[in-house]
């Protein structure tokens, strides 16, 4: 059974850094496409940002600039690092992988709070 399990969440200042990470298990097949989406509370979930195994990212616009994403094929990881967070960035983060361009998983989600 596939699972994907981040960490790194917590509670941070407004300016400050977090760095999020997501480890796959229940399988040794390299997700052809990893990232992160979010959902802050009363609204729909959002991307974040995600990269192909060949290392193509994708950002949402907002966040170019603050946020960056790398991944370990190697060990199906990925992380999520986040930089002069704003309050507005408040939301749970979850990890997102693709296997064979079809099948979908995600996280169970961690929360980040940023305090202004």
């Known amino acids: 059974q596939v699972q994907l399990v981040e960490s790194g969440g917590g509670l941070v200042q407004a300016g400050g850094s977090l760095r999020l990470s997501c480890v796959a298990s229940g399988t040794t097949i390299r997700f052809d496409r990893m990232g992160w989406y979010r959902q802050a509370p009363g609204k729909q979930r959002e991307l974040v940002a995600t990269i192909t195994n060949g290392g193509i990212t994708n950002y949402a616009d907002s966040l170019k600039g603050r946020f960056t994403i790398s991944r370990d094929n190697a060990e199906n990881m990925v992380y999520l690092q986040m930089n002069s967070l704003k309050a507005e960035d408040t939301a749970v983060y979850y990890c997102?992988?693709?296997?064979?361009?079809?099948?979908?998983?995600w996280g169970q989600g961690t929360q980040v709070t940023v305090s202004s």
């Open positions: 997102y992988g693709r296997l064979y361009y079809t099948r979908e998983y």
